[in-house]
Nanobody, 121 residues
């Protein structure tokens, strides 16, 4: 199975920066895509950013130009660099990884435990 360990959340002032990390471990054949979601109190979980195995990325409109997703394939780790943070970015951020367990196999999604990001003065 797959284990995801997130780190990097915390409290930051508006305009500040944080970097989230999510390390993937366990037994799997390949990682198809890695991404970040977030869920604010009383709201649905939403996609923030995603990166595929070949490095293609996409972002939610609300974070374009401020957040950057990247991955280290050797470490099976995905990062989310968050700049110019706003109070509305406050949420629990979840890592999401899509893997296969054999060549050409079904894709399975796995979630991290979540890390709190609070943007407040």
């Amino acid at each position: 199975q797959v284990q995801l360990v997130e780190s990097g959340g915390g409290l930051v002032q508006p305009g500040g920066s944080l970097r989230l990390s999510c390390a993937t471990s366990g037994t799997f054949f390949s990682i198809i895509a890695m991404g970040w979601f977030r869920q604010a109190p009383g709201k649905q979980r939403e996609s923030v950013a995603r990166i595929t195995s070949i490095g293609a990325t996409n972002y939610a409109d609300s974070v374009k130009g401020r957040f950057t997703i990247s991955r280290d394939n050797a470490k099976n780790t995905v990062y989310l660099q968050m700049n110019s943070l706003k109070p509305e970015d406050t949420a629990v951020y979840y890592c999401h990884v899509v893997v296969t367990y054999r060549s050409g196999g079904v894709q399975f999604g796995h979630w991290g435990q979540g890390t709190q990001v609070t943007v407040s003065s």
